[in-house]
């Protein structure tokens, strides 16, 4: 792939071929950013919404593809996504694991999974990219979860990993100022799981009961939050935004 040379903001979004990654890829790239999209098996996805994107304005997105289990491969993921364009202005952390793993279940490969998605592959990633970001005075947004704060039952190595990415949300902001801004966005029920098992319809009615705007959110609510972050807020960072329907509070 030969590098396209550009003057507008470039910004790489981890595990954006569907749901609320390519949200944000689509509210990024309607404010103006050429946008990249990581995927992983996804690649059908990712190259249908890089041609819908490309569509609407012409060489302004492009796919990569990468484990972001496979850590020694993350830098040169990060390299490739800067050769998109020639350069990287925004990293937005937000391909996930997501799965229950009860005490008395948990085994290596769940830590190793749960662990690499939501909290290593992100900080793998956010250090191959700072060189970058920093001669872009840039800015990484990642996506953390309400459950930071009040546990979600039986979802132990998620918990920990995504608080974990919360505690590094803020360091990364500390150490990578005054160049990099760092935040974070913090769902709550946005969209629910594929896997229908994971939150029956009676949990689902308590869970939207137990939200003071009694409903669900929707994909752009979070896509909504990370444009700010990325593009709106030049004197936030280190911050955690909820968008939770009020959750949070409730809890």
Same mark, same amino acid.
């Not at 903001?9 to 954006?16: E, M, N, P, V």
């Not at 098992?197 to 689902?204: D, V």
């Given at each position: 792939m030969s590098t396209i040379h550009s003057?507008?903001?470039?910004?790489?979004?981890?595990?954006?071929?569907?749901?609320?990654?390519?949200?944000? +890829?689509?509210?990024?790239?309607?404010?103006g950013a050429n946008v990249i999209i990581h995927c992983n098996h996804s690649r059908t996805d990712a190259e249908a919404l890089a041609t819908e994107l490309n569509l609407s304005r012409a060489r302004s997105a492009e796919v990569v593809q990468g484990d972001l289990l496979a850590t020694n491969a993350l830098k040169g993921l990060i390299v490739q996504a800067h050769s998109c364009f020639g350069r990287l202005?925004?990293?937005?952390?937000?391909?996930?694991?997501?799965? /229950?793993t009860p005490i008395g279940t948990i085994d290596e490969d769940h830590w190793n999974e749960l662990m690499g998605s939501n909290?290593?592959?992100?900080?793998?990633?956010?250090?191959?990219? +700072? /060189?970058?970001?920093?001669?872009?005075?840039?800015?990484?947004?990642?996506?953390?979860?309400?459950?930071?704060?009040? /546990?979600?039952?039986?979802?132990?190595?998620?918990?920990?990993?995504?608080?974990?990415?919360?505690?590094?949300? #803020?360091?990364?902001?500390?150490?990578?100022g005054p160049e990099i801004r760092v935040n974070g966005?913090?769902?709550?029920?946005?969209?629910?799981?594929?896997?229908e098992?994971?939150?029956? /319809? +009676?949990? #689902?009615e308590r869970i939207i009961q137990q939200?003071?705007?009694?409903?669900?959110?929707?994909?752009?609510?979070i896509a909504g939050a990370v444009k700010y972050l990325?593009?709106?807020?030049?004197y936030v960072t280190g911050q955690i935004l909820a968008v939770d329907?009020?959750?949070?509070?409730a809890l």
């Open positions: 003057t507008q903001k470039t910004i790489l979004i981890t595990g954006a071929a569907k749901r609320v990654g390519a949200a944000i +890829a689509r509210a990024l790239h309607a404010a202005d925004g990293l937005v952390n937000n391909a996930s694991s997501f799965y /229950p909290l290593k592959a992100p900080l793998w990633l956010s250090q191959a990219a +700072a /060189p970058y970001l920093r001669e872009a005075n840039g800015a990484i947004v990642n996506i953390i979860d309400i459950h930071i704060n009040r /546990p979600l039952k039986d979802f132990i190595v998620y918990n920990a990993a995504k608080a974990g990415l919360a505690g590094l949300t #803020r360091s990364l902001a500390l150490d990578l966005v913090s769902p709550g029920a946005i969209i629910w799981p594929e896997d098992a994971a939150y029956p /319809p +009676a949990e #689902r939200t003071p705007l009694k409903r669900i959110g929707s994909a752009e609510d990325m593009l709106d807020a030049p329907g009020g959750r949070e509070i």
